[in-house]
């Protein structure tokens, strides 16, 4: 059941993204009279096709591959490789005899839409939910083993990556990675320390699930009223330095240890202000003792609507800084980046096991951003490849032979074919080994 939710929300979410590109190519070339032939959602291989129904002039339809979506527009050298309808004499409402900057219009209108797409989304999670984040102002890291290589230490306090302070705690092992550190500032008890970043090593923190856990001081904030300590004498703001004279500093550190007195009573070493006190716990079958911790700081901010619309604008614009990064980082083969492309089952994988508007939302929002900024790349094949052709013709005043173009064309979908396998490859290799 839990696969099919996930399968589920997987085909909406990339029928509806599909659905929103496409539609930007269409509104453009309808805007400037461009006739359009086919616009379909998957990809009709063969002619065989799932639905079809025709409206004016162009044909609508489902195919049966569902690896994207297109929309053939007259004139125009795409992916269907169709130059047969090119030999015949131009016309009045192809795509080709149209002037560069129309015709530019028409080719960015994919990645405008998703752009918009993306900012409509982001407005709404910001005035229906608003932002919830734990401060990293306050919060302390729980380091794991690859961690400790590049010389954090479970209890530091991240201050900054090199010039950046980070805001977000979920958001440090990402921007360690995107952002190139060469250099971490933390506080270590009193002590300021400046750590060398090794980047031979991002590509091992890119395949790390969690580099940085959040670290819990042994805080009690409040006891269980049916818990098995109700009338144990623990109080709010008493710090648990102990259990059966086993020191524990945080809540991962006390997990294991408890587990050890599972069922029995044992002593903990209390703090209490300036007083040390030992106070007999009784733990349960399930190694806990029924208290609730102290959180670290989590900011919350609300929004009417008003306040959305420049809090979406900054989300966008962070999301897209933050994907071109990841970009860049992919470039870099020795990142090891590429082994984190995924497919769609990577993308299903970060859906949630039921459904939940708000995260739907959000991840759909962050797939939109992805495809806009994935389009815009100067690959033929990509809307970025027309792109960068029409632009060289409008700065240079000389038009590619469709010849180029379609040899272009074949190009670029060798690239996207072979960027598919890598992502199809990189999934399978990690359900084999996961």
Known sequence: MVVFIKALQVVLALSLLILIHELGHFVWAKIFGIRVEKFYLFFDVGGVRLARWKWGETEFGIGWLPLGGYCKIAGMVDESMDLKSLEAAPQAWEFRTRPAWQRLLVMAGGILHNLLF??????????IWGERYISNRTAQIY??????ELGFRTGDRILRFDEYEPED??????????RGVQNARVLRGTDTLDLYMDQSLIGDVLQTPVLFDLAIPFVVDSVAASGPNARSGLRHGDRIAAFGGQPVSFLQDARGVLSAFAGRETEALVLRGADSLCVPVQVDTAGRIGVYMVMPEIVTRQYDFF????????LTRETIGGYLRDLKLLARPSSGAYKSVGSFIAIGQVFPATWNGYQFLQIIALLSVMLAVMNLL???GLDGGHILFTLYEILTGRKPSDRFLAGAQVVGMVLIFALMFLAFGNDIGRLLHG
């Open 143 to 148: 380091a794991s083993p690859l961690a400790e």
């Open 118 to 127: 993306a900012l409509i989304a982001y407005c709404c999670i910001m005035g």
């Open 378 to 380: 100067p690959i033929p």
């Open 169 to 178: 705690f979920a958001m440090l092992q990402a921007d360690l990675a995107r």
């Open 307 to 314: 306040g959305a619309i420049p809090a979406g604008l900054r």
